[in-house]
């Protein structure tokens, strides 16, 4: 199943940022198909030890057999707690790859896609939580309207929001379809694909907390990597990147920059690439999921700095 869950974008980019020592212990919190973690343990020693991440249940499928590895089935955002039950204090490297795989957009049943017909679910953990369609049918429609234009970017977040308690008023909005139907007029034909797309992704980052996620990894990290331990993360959209970007310069999420008396930049992370890493052209034909991959790298500081 691993093959073909989904091809990770910049692979060799990212695992070679994390510079992987033989010896080492690394996390990769968004394992998935294993592509990032497989890469990771064949640059491993014998001593060398692997922990993955994820919350849902279809990437177990996926384990690795090997000693020197553990899947976790958990969300990053319980990092330290985790970490602390196996018995790891500090780790030499971090990943995280936080795009959607074709995987959740190929299959029908969960809902992450306007493609297929079924339940608006959308749950990275399909066990748990407020679906999609929850969030349709009980949301406010200013509170749909935030989403809308916070996670989606879309300008008529508020004539969307409208509409939908408009139609949820004579009955749930339950079916994907059904939800396509709504949202139509508003999206002209020569972007109705690009705009829906930004729509099902802004109820997805709801559906899945993935911003309030997102930050309570990032302010792990400084807890839990060792001195010059690294840490790299893709990212596939704006709102992320900005967080992530901000993070690693300045230690904050407003990409404050407090410095000393000396007037040297105050933070517990050190950039490796000030401007983002992207794929090339011969990548983005292989895998057009890359297209939008945006990779950054930092070391952890330690302390004493």
């Known amino acids: 199943m691993a093959e073909i869950y989904h091809t990770p974008a910049l692979l060799t980019e990212t695992v070679d940022g994390l510079d992987i020592k033989p010896d080492g212990t690394y996390v990769d919190v968004t394992f998935g198909g294993g592509g990032h973690s497989r890469e990771i343990l064949r640059r491993l020693g014998a001593s060398g030890r692997l922990i993955a991440f994820d919350q849902d249940m279809d990437a177990y499928e996926n384990r690795i057999d090997d000693t020197r590895f553990t899947f976790i089935h958990g969300n990053f955002k319980y990092l330290k707690n985790f970490l602390r039950y196996y018995d790891v204090e500090k780790i030499d490297g971090l990943l995280a790859d936080l795009g959607v795989s074709s995987h959740h957009f190929d299959t029908a049943g969960r809902g992450f896609s306007f493609r297929f017909d079924g339940a608006l679910d959308m749950r990275m953990n399909n066990k748990a939580g407020m679906t999609a369609a929850d969030i349709i049918n009980t949301y406010s429609e200013e509170q749909l309207a935030d989403i809308f234009f916070l996670y989606g970017e879309l300008r008529n977040a508020r004539q969307i929001a409208r509409a939908i308690v408009k139609q949820r008023q004579q009955e749930p909005v339950t079916g994907i379809f059904q939800f396509v139907e709504i949202l139509k007029p508003f999206f002209g034909r020569d972007k109705e694909k690009k705009d829906m797309a930004r729509l099902f992704q802004a109820l997805r980052i709801e559906v899945n907390h993935e911003m309030e996620a997102l930050k309570r990894l990032l302010k792990q990290t400084i807890d839990v990597l060792k001195p010059e ?38 933070s517990p992370l050190k950039p490796l690439n000030n401007k983002v890493i992207t794929a090339d052209e011969a990548e983005i034909e292989r895998n057009p999921r890359a297209r939008s991959a945006k990779l950054r790298i930092a070391v952890y500081k330690g302390e004493e700095q």
């Open 229 to 266: 331990g690294r840490i790299a993360v893709l990212t596939y959209h704006s709102l992320e990147d900005r967080m992530v970007k901000n993070f690693f310069r300045s230690g904050n999420f407003e990409g404050k920059i407090e410095k000393d008396f000396y007037g040297n930049a105050i």
